[in-house]
């Protein structure tokens, strides 16, 4: 029997998000997206504990998770689903789709079942794969990529105990009961997400590990970003890039507005609050694909000394 932990997180749902499966400190796997949900994180962690174990698929699987959405969608709704053509009783489609889908497919000749653990309890699985899902959400948030971990070595973590056959998926322990279907698990990315989105980039560069790697300035920064600074002074990109450095003090980002300048633009601003200044900041942002996949990307910035 393979007993493994799956787990998602995302920092502001949708966001930056990860997934994580843990079965031990030398098999285990993360990954994530720059934008998703703590759903999607919760289905991708199962979909590729599924296929990663598949080489050992003459074991038993189960799948600790502490997501209710999880293991009803898998151990309750899903045959109802698939009769109605991937839709819900009320006609609705069913959202993660794909994922579900990609799923049941993983399932199929699977002898697997699921066992409820409540989250963020001491659960020493539980809590080893929520951590990588975290660290995988944060990674994105900081415009890297994470930790994939070592993966899933065939054999070498299946207790080999032969001759259980195929079994439809159940569901062990005891989560909450859930009466009928969700309405709305997650939904489609909407505009004031997307401004949440950029206030995560704009404070990530209050940071000391983005301040200090230059390939994650050269991801944020635009090509051709330039700053006008509080003290007079020009910066371009690489001049910034080259002389950036921690701040010496803790910086605190308080949010004065936000103004849409087009689709694919955005004005931000803020004040930058230490213990004993401050001052105020405007920042423009825009997204393109120059880097293989559209992210958000600092143009213009402009500081002015607050007045006490």
């Given at each position: 029997m393979i007993i493994a932990a799956a787990d998602g997180s995302s920092l502001s749902n949708p966001g930056p998000a990860g997934w994580a499966w843990y079965i031990d400190d030398e098999h285990w796997a993360s990954g994530g997206w720059p934008r998703g949900t703590n759903n999607m994180g919760e289905l991708m962690a199962v979909l590729d504990l599924l296929r990663a174990t598949a080489v050992d698929a003459d074991q038993g699987l189960r799948i600790l998770c502490d997501s209710q959405y999880v293991i009803n969608s898998v151990t309750k709704w899903m045959p109802g689903w698939k009769r109605r053509g991937w839709r819900k009783k009320d006609g609705k489609p069913v959202l993660n789709v794909k994922l579900l889908q990609a799923i049941d497919e993983a399932l199929e000749g699977r002898d697997v079942s699921f066992e409820w653990v409540k989250g963020h309890a001491g659960h020493r699985m539980n809590e080893a794969a929520d951590a990588r899902a975290r660290a995988a959400?944060?990674?994105?948030?900081?415009?890297?990529?994470?930790?994939?971990?070592?993966?899933?070595?065939?054999?070498?973590?299946?207790?080999?105990?032969?001759?259980?056959?195929?079994?439809?998926?159940?569901?062990?322990?005891?989560p909450d009961p859930v009466a009928a279907e969700p309405d709305l698990f997650s939904e489609p990315p909407r505009p004031r997400d997307e401004l949440a989105e950029v206030w995560d980039a704009e404070r990530s560069l209050l940071t000391a590990p983005v301040r200090s790697d230059q390939d994650l300035l050269r991801v944020l920064l635009h090509p051709d970003y330039v700053e006008y600074d509080a003290n007079g002074r020009i910066w371009t990109r690489s001049r910034l890039i080259a002389q950036i450095a921690p701040l010496e003090r803790e910086t605190r980002l308080e949010q004065l507005g936000a103004t849409r300048l087009g689709a694919d633009a955005v004005l931000l601003r803020w004040r930058a609050v230490t213990r004993t200044a401050s001052s105020l900041r405007s920042s423009v942002w825009v997204r393109d694909d120059a880097l293989g996949r559209p992210r958000w990307r600092l143009l213009f910035a402009q500081g002015t000394a607050a007045r006490s």
């Open positions: 959400a944060t990674a994105y948030q900081q415009h890297r990529e994470p930790d994939p971990g070592p993966g899933y070595r065939p054999g070498a973590a299946a207790d080999r105990t032969a001759g259980r056959a195929p079994s439809a998926p159940s569901v062990l322990g005891a």
